[in-house]
Structures are given as structure tokens and as C-alpha cells.
């Protein structure tokens, strides 16, 4: 049965990132439109899987390879947000501000009650509870 299905899948494009976000795009309008009556209105949420499933099964891999980095592209600094974000959340030691300034991200240790923070590329100064 694996082999049979290594076989098929032999010179086709597979999974990616593009395909990734596909599938959780159409879980979350799956269950957006499954709040409505008509049938015809939930089955929309079934094209961002037939989409994911075509370019999975395709075997024009030039094409899929340059969907996929088209798409890292634009998701690029969504993609660094969130990260960024995760790294801040997962961080117990330190907490984050933005200077008011220049908005950069500052990171001070917690547990140290009101403290004057000074931002190393603009020189502002502003006081933060920690």
C-alpha cells in the first residue's frame, strides 16, 4: 500500500509552507461559514483545500516552487511578528517596551519596580514599571 502510494506521489510537487497556510485558512472559513443555512455558501470553504490538494498533486514543480517563495515573501514580516511576539511571550526574566521615540523594542529585567530606561539608539529616557 506504501509503495503504491510512493509511487503515484514520484515526480509530483508535495507539501509547503503555501499548502500549510491553505489548509489552516480553510479550517478557519470552515467554521466561519458553518455558521450559515445555506449549503452552498459552506461548501466555499472547501476551495481552499481543493487548491492545496491540486498544487500537492501537481507535477509542474518550477511553478509550485515559485507560488511557495512568492508567498514566504509576502508573509515574511507577519511570519517575523509573530515570532518576535512568541520569543517576548516565552521570556520570564525580562519584560519589553517600545521607546516612544524611536519605537524600537527595549528589553529590561522584571522584579525591579520603577526603573529609568535609556534607549541605546536615541539617548530617550523614560521611567517604566517593571
Request: proline content about 4%; hydrophobic content about 40%; aromatic content about 14%.
Amino acid at each position: 500500500m506504501l509503495d503504491k502510494l510512493r509511487k503515484f506521489m514520484y515526480g509530483r510537487y508535495g507539501n509547503d509552507q503555501l499548502n500549510l497556510a491553505l489548509v489552516i485558512f480553510g479550517c478557519v472559513l470552515t467554521l466561519f461559514l458553518s455558521f450559515f443555512d445555506a449549503a452552498f455558501i459552506r461548501y466555499l470553504g472547501l476551495i481552499p483545500y481543493i487548491v492545496a490538494a491540486c498544487r500537492m498533486l501537481s507535477k509542474n514543480i518550477a511553478k509550485r516552487q515559485q507560488e511557495n517563495l512568492k508567498f514566504l515573501k509576502i508573509s515574511a514580516p507577519w511570519r517575523q511578528f509573530i515570532i518576535k511576539k512568541v520569543k517576548q511571550f516565552q521570556d520570564k526574566d525580562h519584560k519589553y517596551y517600545q521607546c516612544p521615540k524611536c519605537h524600537n523594542t527595549l528589553r529590561v529585567p522584571k522584579g525591579r519596580g520603577k526603573i529609568k530606561i535609556s534607549c541605546p539608539h536615541c539617548s530617550t529616557e523614560f521611567i517604566k514599571k517593571t
